[in-house]
């Protein structure tokens, strides 16, 4: 089974500067997908950004950035130019391509707070 | 427009009072999940349908159960709620599971239980 850690309850970012968040999960399987999502206070859960693990790049989605590191098993997610808006719990998490056996894991989440 | 909308936003149950909340989708996805997040956790699988195929996970108490009647609708009915089962309920959609598709899912805005 895999698993999601997210050392980080709390982070704070001035807004306008950049913050990473940080994510490490481990599996044991090769074929795997990663994605950062955010959940603002009393609104759904979205996606940021998704990263197959088979892709070297990193992606990028506009202000949101990732660092995927496959050997080292980390994932983080660097927000650039941070606004009032990112404000938000986000969760890292990871699904494995194993088919009949596939599950969203989720780490325990970083609350997100923009200092105006 | 909501695309995921979940009913009632908040629901006040008394201890051993049975409980239904109710999902819809405008999607017309193949998959519909039920977790259970609770305060500062990570949100929990309880299970999923894959069309009208019923996946429990392994650890989800028998006090909760799902209903399908059809592809928009899905309804997590808790038969006995206790005070641990006070928390947050999130339902999702994926148009196929994991990463036969983006692996994306789509959250509702969730139903917060609170038990007395």
């Known amino acids: 089974a895999q698993t999601v850690t997210q050392s980080q309850p709390e982070m704070s970012v001035q807004e306008a500067e950049t913050v990473t968040l940080s994510c490490t999960y481990d599996t044991s399987e090769s074929d795997y997908y990663l994605f950062w999502y955010k959940q603002p206070p009393s609104r759904q859960m979205i996606l940021v950004i998704r990263?197959?693990?088979?892709?070297?790049q990193n992606a990028t989605e506009n202000r949101f950035s990732v660092n995927f590191q496959k050997a080292a098993k980390s994932f983080s997610l660097k927000i650039s130019d941070s606004q009032l808006g990112d404000a938000a719990m986000y969760f890292c998490a990871v699904i494995i391509s194993n088919f009949g056996n596939e599950k969203l894991t989720f780490g325990t989440g970083t609350r997100l707070t923009i200092i105006p | 427009d909501a695309m995921v909308i979940q009913n009632p936003r908040y629901q006040v149950t008394q201890f051993g009072k049975p409980v239904t909340l109710s999902c819809s989708q405008t999607l017309n996805h193949n998959v519909m999940y039920w977790y259970q997040q609770k305060s500062s956790q990570a949100p929990k699988l309880l299970f999923h349908?894959?069309?009208?195929?019923?996946?429990n996970e392994a650890d989800t108490p028998d006090n909760f159960q799902s209903r399908r009647p059809n592809t928009s609708f899905c309804f997590l009915d808790i038969r006995s709620p206790g005070l641990g089962d006070a928390a947050m309920y999130l339902c999702a959609t994926s148009r196929d599971t994991g990463a036969r598709d983006t692996g994306e899912l789509f959250f509702g805005e969730g139903s917060r239980l609170t038990v007395l």
């Open positions: 349908y894959y069309d009208k195929d019923f996946n």
């Open positions: 990263q197959e693990a088979y892709k070297q």
